[in-house]
């Protein structure tokens, strides 16, 4: 059963933490996109919600509306959206953004649950298409634990709502492992209980302690424009 207006009014309830108290992710991406934050433009990142999710945004703001594609590539992008219950919407812009009536892959971006191959949610990963226009990718250490604490909690209540998206995200982390191993790289996970991890290539997603100055070294992927 997919969740309620009601249980995605609970989510964002649990969801609300920023990042970081400290660093305006935005203001570090924008100027090399234009002046708009990366998560805030649909041609970079287009925002995809569940109907139910929509229906309780548009009960508290006019700020979103469904997206209209403008090319072939969105198009593309949206076909598997198609019967499914989910859809792409868009809002105003970053200059006109409601805190409180965020969408809950705003409040995500850049970040997903991560499982581990035995299936155990360790942590979060970071969505690798956006490397090299999402400052925070590079700056994963500027993250702070409450926004990753209801990260976690957030997710465990849309999961046990609706079993599918844990299988999504098994899913996702899974073609992480498989993209850096192709690469012959390894990726950081944020632990849910602390700490940071890289994921090493070709290893089965064998987890190691990843050292600061180790993250420091991610901050040469930003700016790649």
């Known amino acids: 059963m997919a969740p ?3 249980d995605y009014a609970e ?3 649990r969801l609300q933490a920023p ?3 400290v660093y305006d992710c935005g203001k570090k991406c924008a100027p090399f996109n234009d002046g708009q ?3 805030c433009t649909t041609g970079h990142a287009i925002p995809i919600v569940e109907k139910s999710e929509y229906e309780l945004l548009k009960s508290r703001t006019d700020m979103w509306t469904p997206f209209k594609p403008k090319s072939a590539a969105d198009r593309a992008e949206i076909a598997d ?3 499914s219950a989910c859809r792409a919407v868009a809002c105003k812009g970053a200059a006109h953004c409601e805190r409180d009536n965020r969408s809950m892959a705003c409040r995500s971006f850049p970040f997903y649950p991560y499982f581990n191959p035995e299936g155990e949610l360790v942590g979060l990963a970071t969505y690798w298409s956006f490397e ?3 400052w925070v990718i590079s700056n994963i250490q500027i993250v702070e634990r409450p926004f990753v604490k209801e990260m976690i909690d957030s997710h465990e209540l849309l999961f046990a709502k609706d079993e599918d998206w844990r299988e999504t995200y098994k899913e996702q982390s899974a073609t992480m492992r498989r993209v850096y191993s192709r690469k012959g ?3 950081p996970v944020i ?4 700490g940071y991890f890289w994921v090493l290539p070709k290893s089965g997603g064998k987890m190691i302690p990843a050292t600061r100055a180790g993250l420091k070294k991610l901050e040469k992927g930003f700016p790649n424009f």
């Open 11 to 13: 989510i964002y309830k």
């Open 37 to 39: 934050p990366v998560c």
């Open 4 to 6: 309620t207006p009601k």
């Open 19 to 21: 990042i970081s108290r």
């Open 185 to 187: 790289k390894r990726f």
């Open 81 to 83: 959206l198609k019967g």
């Open 191 to 194: 632990g849910r209980d602390g």
């Open 132 to 134: 090299g226009q999402c």
